[in-house]
């Protein structure tokens, strides 16, 4: 009985050390990206292409911002601005957070519900080498806990491996 009790403990502390990496290694590491130069028009038309609610800004290899759809609503539609000739630099988000690929999940949660972003790039020697959403974050934790509810479920019963 101790056994099982220490190895269901090291089981948990698995589970709440949940990292950036771990989100990468299933999503993958495709970064989309557009200069500030470009037409909010032809981002939202590359975003529409690649299936993506954001994309980086990145010129000569650094991040300058990120414009999402929702930048798009607030600061081009209900500003009455035309998305052909505003260009991303006017309305991009500047101040981008970002996060290191073992960053751990829970921080990257809370993160984004207290600054009320729906994206992070992903980090690593100041080069981005991801993007992950909150969706993302969300389906990582809730597939952790269904094993967590497989792993009770089986030793509640006896018939853990």
């Known amino acids: 009985m101790f056994i099982s009790y220490f190895f269901l403990n090291l089981y948990f502390v698995k589970i709440l050390d949940m990292t950036v990496n771990q989100i990468l290694s299933t999503k993958g590491n495709d970064v989309y990206s557009v ?28 991040l300058k911002g990120i414009f999402s759809e929702r930048d ?3 600061k081009v539609i209900l500003k009455d601005k035309s998305s ?29 519900i207290s600054r009320r972003i729906r994206h992070l790039p992903v980090v690593e020697d100041d080069k981005v080498i991801g993007l992950i959403s909150i969706g993302d974050v969300v389906k990582c934790i809730i597939e952790k806990q269904k094993e967590t509810i497989q792993l009770l479920d089986s030793y509640i019963n006896g018939t853990q491996a």
């Open 35 to 62: 200069v500030s130069t470009i037409s909010v028009y032809d981002a939202i038309k590359i975003m529409s292409e690649k299936n993506v609610g954001a994309i980086l800004v990145i010129e000569e290899g650094q």
């Open 72 to 74: 798009y609503a607030r």
């Open 84 to 112: 052909k000739t505003t260009m991303i630099k006017e309305i991009m988000v500047s101040n981008v957070f970002t996060v290191q690929p073992t960053d751990d999940l829970d921080n990257c949660m809370e993160m984004m």
